[in-house]
């Protein structure tokens, strides 16, 4: 063997020059061979070309980033992980068409201190989302297509838009912590108070509005110099803990003469215990909006990296209210990334009395609409990819102050789209209700649901496909 390695091995032909070797011929300039896509791509986990522009990012600002829409986290997961598993012989299908099945929803119903809680006709309502981070065209809009539909919209941090209160039938007045634009004649004009606490797009920290949205009538409205960053306070100042609140929601009532249900609205963190203390505070409505929220601005890093999803905290929160014996007097509304009337109907049977939307209805507006490219191509971006909320140049209209730019947001088409969007969710939730057998939506329950992956079981407590058992760690441990 040690004679061999002494014995060249000549080729039968010339011996091929290196140039050749290397791939030279025909060769891609700058480009050499190995794995083609670490060239365009990068080839580390860790230090992704996203990773490395974030970090030259803050090299360059000194601070964190601010932007609008939503989560971009790809590890959240998402209802097309669940399957609904409709009657087939074990339970009988309703009908399609000679069958009813019943949609109304009524928020506020169970408690004995509400003379008139909030009946509607569908069991999705529109988000609070503020003049201010949205156009008073904008906001006229959602409640005139909210209205058609039979549904009520709220009005989110600064105040009652008078647009938006001759729009909305129904109309839910927030009450936050910086209290902006805060009205007695306001909550008496409500048909439902909103105390918030969190939001999902950026839980444990307050509102964000910056200057170029903070326009003149803005400003009135909140009492604050025009044209300057707003950050709204994220503690209450009357009150620390369940006792303070449970005097507060009493002052309210005084105020409301007892007649409208009190929501308490908060980013989904740990609902299994923020939402027991809301519910024996005396919340008529509890809403628990999940990481997915969107937002008008928020640091990316609150965006990306705090709360849990909206579909691992509704089991948490429906059980404490059943833990504390509140489940028939208070109920439970959900919100963050629900795009679709099989996402509300996912979220009906995982126990939610309703379900909140925000940025599918600003979709449904026109947001990201394939209109005025010039517009999205000077915010560095395109129609379908728009995430540039906070900077209130929105190039069609709705997420702004600009005059010009609002008036790109036709009202009377804007309302319609959005009622014929809210029908045509209400139409899918029924088509599901009753393949599983349902004569309300409101009948929908966990065991018509089943897992696709074992992140989804874990996350919901929902059977898993084809072995019918929840996946959790003491299956595994047995098995």
């Known amino acids: 063997m040690a004679d061999d ?35 365009d791509e990068g080839g580390s986990t860790r230090w992704t070309p996203d990773a490395i522009a974030e970090v030259q990012a803050l090299a360059q600002l000194g601070r964190y ?57 569908i069991p999705i309502y529109i988000a609070s989302m503020s003049f201010g981070a949205l156009s008073a065209s904008a906001k006229a809009s959602l409640g005139y297509g909210a209205s058609k539909a039979g549904t009520m919209t709220c009005t989110g941090e600064g105040g009652m838009l008078e647009e938006e209160r001759t729009a909305s039938q129904l109309l839910v007045y927030q009450i936050s912590p910086a209290r902006y634009g805060l009205d007695l004649d306001h909550i008496r004009r409500a048909d439902g108070l909103e105390i918030v606490v969190g939001q999902g797009a950026k839980p444990g920290t307050g509102g964000l509005l910056l200057g170029m949205k903070v326009s003149d009538r803005v400003s009135k409205m909140r009492n604050l110099p025009p044209g300057v960053d707003q950050r709204s306070t994220i503690r ?12 507060k929601i009493e002052e309210l009532r005084i105020a409301t003469n007892y007649k409208i249900p009190i929501f308490v609205k908060m980013g989904a963190t740990r609902p299994r215990y923020d939402v027991a203390i809301a519910a024996k505070a005396g919340a008529d409505v509890v809403v628990v909006d999940g990481a997915e929220g969107g937002t008008g601005a928020s640091p990316e890093l609150l965006l990306n990296h705090t709360g849990i999803p909206c579909m691992s905290s509704i089991r948490a929160a429906r059980e404490a209210l059943e833990d504390c014996g509140m489940s ?15 996402d509300v109907a996912k979220c009906l049977a995982l126990g939610a009395d309703a379900v909140m939307i925000g940025n599918a209805a600003m979709i449904a507006l026109g947001c ?24 209130g140049l929105c190039p069609v209209g709705i997420a702004t102050q600009e005059a010009e730019l609002e008036k790109r947001v036709n009202v009377a088409a804007s309302a319609e789209r959005v009622a014929r969007y809210l029908t045509a969710m209400a139409m899918e939730i029924t088509m599901l209700a009753k393949a599983c057998g349902k004569s309300s939506v409101h009948n929908l329950e966990v ?5 696709l992956s074992f992140e989804a079981s874990a996350f919901t407590g929902v059977k898993m496909a084809g072995i019918d058992r929840p996946f959790g760690w003491e299956n595994t441990a047995k098995a």
């Open 447 to 451: 065991e018509d649901l089943r897992a």
């Open 5 to 39: 390695l002494d014995k060249i091995y000549e080729y039968p032909f010339p011996n091929p020059s290196e140039e050749e070797v290397a791939f030279n011929d025909g060769a891609i300039r700058q480009r050499p061979a190995g794995l083609p896509s670490s060239y």
């Open 368 to 391: 990201n609409s394939p209109r005025y490219g010039e517009d999205y191509a000077k915010l560095g971006t395109s129609p379908g990819a728009c995430h540039h909320c906070h900077t």
């Open 65 to 121: 980033q601010v932007r609008g829409y939503n989560c971009f986290n790809k590890q959240m997961p998402t209802f097309d992980d669940l399957a609904f598993v409709p009657a087939t012989m074990t339970r009988l299908p309703l009908e399609g068409y000679r069958e009813n099945c019943e949609l109304e929803t009524i928020l506020g119903g169970g408690s004995p201190y509400v003379e008139h809680p909030l009946k509607l006709k």
């Open 328 to 342: 028939d007097r208070v109920s439970l509304v959900v919100s963050g990334g629900i795009r679709s009337g099989v």
């Open 236 to 247: 209450h100042p009357d009150f620390l803990g369940a006792d303070d609140l449970a005097v």
